[in-house]
T-cell receptor
Framework: ETGVTQSPTHLIKTRGQQVTLRCSSQ?????VSWYQQALGQGPQFIFQYYREEENGRGNFPPRFSGLQFPNYSSELNVNALELDDSALYLC??????????????FGPGTRLTVL | DQQVKQNSPSLSVQEGRISILNCDYT??????FLWYKKYPAEGPTFLIS?????DKNEDGRFTVFLNKSAKHLSLHIVPSQPGDSAVYFCAASALGAQKLVFGQGTRLTINP
């Protein structure tokens, strides 16, 4: 069974640029969530995708957007990068079952540095 | 608004002894709680969870206790091993909300 994978591992961008991060969910999982983890903090929820639709969003501006594909993989796009966007971006996958709360399984993350 | 708090940034325990990590929450809608372990340069690894209908859940060396009236949960690791040295995150979720709300983490160091 393949776990959650993310690419790239590390990325360096300059302020104002755009970035796309990618995630492949664990086999059999149909839901993908994205989190931002700043240094010394816990992960903060960005948004979740289920059946290719955004299903819940945290307190992040619209320049953070995403996609989920039919194979349940996902992308996180960030436009107009700011210095504060420097963080570890984590993808988590889970199985949506009605009436229960999913356990989310995380990938290794993408470390984004904005200069 | 920090809905999930881990008030101890770090904890040091001798190998073989019990490690107790604590977590407090404020949102009474939370009904599912999880603990994750994180090594440097890796993503969080799921350890154990508990539903609000239970007050205890065990999995091998790991036990999670939930006190709903105090809005407090704890993770017990017995016996502690050097490989347990990592940052531990407590997370909570409300049914239907799907998102996880994390604490700030506690760095656990197991000393030989």
């Amino acid at each position: 069974e393949t776990g959650v994978t993310q690419s790239p591992t590390h990325l360096i961008k300059t302020r104002g640029q755009q970035v796309t991060l990618r995630c492949s969910s664990q086999s059999g999982h149909n839901t993908v969530s994205w989190y931002q983890q700043a240094l010394g903090q816990g992960p903060q929820f960005i948004f979740q995708y289920y059946r290719e639709e955004e299903n819940g969003r945290g307190n992040f501006p619209p320049r953070f957007s995403g996609l989920q594909f039919p194979n349940y993989s996902s992308e996180l796009n960030v436009n107009a990068l700011e210095l504060d966007d420097s963080a570890l971006y984590l993808c988590a996958s889970s199985i949506r079952l009605s009436g229960t709360t999913d356990t989310q399984y995380f990938g290794p993350g993408t470390r984004l540095t904005v200069l | 608004d920090q809905q999930v708090k881990q008030n101890s940034p770090s904890l040091s325990v001798q190998e073989g002894r019990i490690s107790i990590l604590n977590c407090d929450y404020t949102n009474s809608m939370f009904d599912y709680f999880l603990w994750y372990k994180k090594y440097p340069a890796e993503g969080p690894t799921f350890l154990i969870s508990i539903s609000s209908i239970k007050d205890k859940n065990e999995d091998g060396r790991f036990t999670v206790f939930l006190n709903k009236s105090a809005k407090h949960l704890s993770l017990h690791i017995v016996p502690s091993q050097p490989g347990d040295s990592a940052v531990y995150f407590c997370a909570a979720s409300a049914l239907g909300a799907q998102k996880l709300v994390f604490g700030q983490g506690t760095r656990l160091t197991i000393n030989p």
